[in-house]
């Protein structure tokens, strides 16, 4: 069965740092484009970073830019987030997803895991 799930969301200190991963399973993982979602309580969900084309390419929100880094390890089916100076603003549930890099309706999200930033 497909499955994303997310891990390293935890509460930390404004300035600090915190590294996400997304492990996937059930699926070839080089054949999907992943991206990192977040919604932070009475928002909208917003595309943080993810990948652009084939050829590794990547795209950030402005706001993160300069303090976050996607990459992705496709020999062991992973996604990482690295968030360093980490702002309260940054406080959301942060979501893995995947979609298919050839049919693009096929779609999947992780369960999401929590960043607390506090002040």
Not at 32 to 56: C, H, I, S, T
């Amino acid at each position: 069965q497909v499955q994303l799930v997310e891990s390293g969301g935890g509460l930390v200190q404004h300035g600090g740092s915190l590294r996400l991963s997304c492990s996937a399973s059930g699926f070839t993982f080089s054949r999907w484009k992943m991206n990192w979602y977040r919604q932070a309580p009475g928002k909208e969900r917003e595309l943080v970073a993810d990948f652009v084309g084939f050829g590794g390419g990547t795209h950030y929100v402005d706001s993160v830019k300069g303090r976050f880094t996607i990459s992705r390890d496709d020999a062991n089916n992973m996604m990482y987030l690295q968030m360093h100076s980490l702002k309260p603003e940054d406080t959301a549930v942060y979501y893995c997803h995947a979609v298919n890099r050839y049919t693009t309706t096929w779609e999947f999200w992780g369960q999401g895991t929590q960043v607390t930033v506090s002040s």
